[in-house]
């Protein structure tokens, strides 16, 4: 069951930007998104950006100077600033909620680098 949403995924070329997206659906509004994943095809999914509740950001090495994390706490919506991106980037990104210690995932968005 879709109770985390994405948005904001597409193609761009290499050095291009994009922000993404994720919403907790009306029903399930008490998950908190706090984290964005990504997973290219044949490889394992790995974190990008995380913003824990009341605790300090952490960024993929390879993300660093690139991404930001940030949410409107408001509307419990995440979002995920992506600038210079590169073909290396290419993949679906996921979003990562908790709700009383259990894990929930979006359905992902596909974000594609040309060179």
């Known amino acids: 069951q879709v109770q985390l949403v994405e948005s904001g995924g597409g193609l761009v070329y290499s050095g291009g930007s994009l922000r993404l997206s994720c919403a907790a659906s009306?029903?399930?509004?008490?998950?908190?998104?706090m984290a964005w994943y990504r997973q290219a095809p044949g490889k394992q999914r790995a974190l990008v950006a995380r913003?824990?509740?009341?605790?300090?950001?952490t960024y993929a090495d390879s993300v660093k100077g690139r991404f930001t994390i940030f949410r409107d706490n408001v509307n419990n919506t995440l979002y995920l600033q992506m600038n210079s991106l590169k073909p290396e980037d290419t993949a679906v990104y996921y979003c990562?909620?908790?709700?009383?210690?259990?894990?929930?995932w979006g359905q992902g968005t596909q974000v594609t680098v040309s060179s």
């Open positions: 990562l909620g908790t709700r009383e210690g259990s894990a929930y």
């Open positions: 009306r029903s399930s509004f008490s998950i908190y998104p």
């Open positions: 913003m824990p509740s009341g605790g300090s950001t």
